[in-house]
């Protein structure tokens, strides 16, 4: 796989899932523009890896995050995997965390896969990725916010598919299982992850890796006609 010439965008590049998939671009030859709510890394830029401020929290930012794609010549690969979560059952979920997933997890996603489709539209062919979940497969208590943004996600990317494929522009989604990356950590003590680790077929949670992975490869040259697909990977957990 080989992405030399090749412009990647990636929401929430900095967290544990988001630098695996931008080290993985990386090494093989991408340039990668990384959106963070960290304004002290935007002095961190150099020729291949390059931070822009994006908070989907605030309209102002958004608006200029949006103007500043323009900038860029060309948009080969969008990810959209900048997410929030948060446990609660659904007679006590807080009405500011609501509006907060909705515009992180569902809202930006469907913005910017409106914005870069259009310049991926001109030149007739791009690759775009929504990080799902296994909770928008399945769910589980206290996930209710969560997985309305998840399975919408899924949603999402079968519609999105169908509006762009006549521009070659192929959409899927990922939806990675128990992963053992911070989000993972801050969710889960240590006892509820080794119990949903015997849960889990192939007896291990999920590295990065395993996700980056099928990413890179959906958005490489080896993939050209796989779109309006999502792609489970949770080491068998939701077979069962």
């Known amino acids: 796989m080989n992405f030399r ?45 390059k931070y822009m401020y994006l908070d989907f929290n605030n309209k102002v930012s958004v608006r200029k995050f949006l103007e500043d794609l323009k900038k860029i010549k060309k948009i080969d690969v969008l990810i959209n995997n900048a997410g929030v979560s948060k446990i609660s059952a659904i007679n006590e979920v807080d009405e500011k965390f609501l509006e907060e ?23 007739k062919s791009g690759k775009i990725i929504n990080i799902s979940s296994i909770f928008g497969v399945v769910s589980k208590q206290g996930r209710s916010l969560y997985s309305t943004t998840k399975f919408g996600l899924i949603g999402l990317t079968k519609s999105s598919a169908l509006d762009l494929a006549k521009y070659n522009i192929l959409v899927n989604s990922v939806s990675p299982g128990v992963i053992n990356i911070g989000m993972t950590k801050k969710v889960l003590n240590s006892v509820q992850a080794k119990k949903i680790k015997q849960d889990i077929p192939l007896n291990r949670l999920g590295k990065a890796s395993d996700v980056s992975n099928i990413i890179c490869f959906l958005c490489s040259n080896l993939n050209n006609y796989i779109t309006g697909q999502n792609f489970v990977i949770d080491g068998g957990y939701t077979s069962k």
């Open 5 to 49: 010439n090749k412009t990647i965008i990636i929401t929430g590049g900095e967290g544990g899932l988001g630098k695996s998939i931008t080290k993985d671009f990386l090494k093989m030859g991408g340039t990668v523009f990384v959106t963070t709510t960290k304004k002290q890394l935007l002095k961190k830029n150099n020729k291949r890896k």
């Open 101 to 123: 997933i909705y515009k992180i997890n569902l809202k930006g996603p469907i913005l910017l896969t409106k914005e870069i489709s259009k310049i991926m539209m001109k030149k």
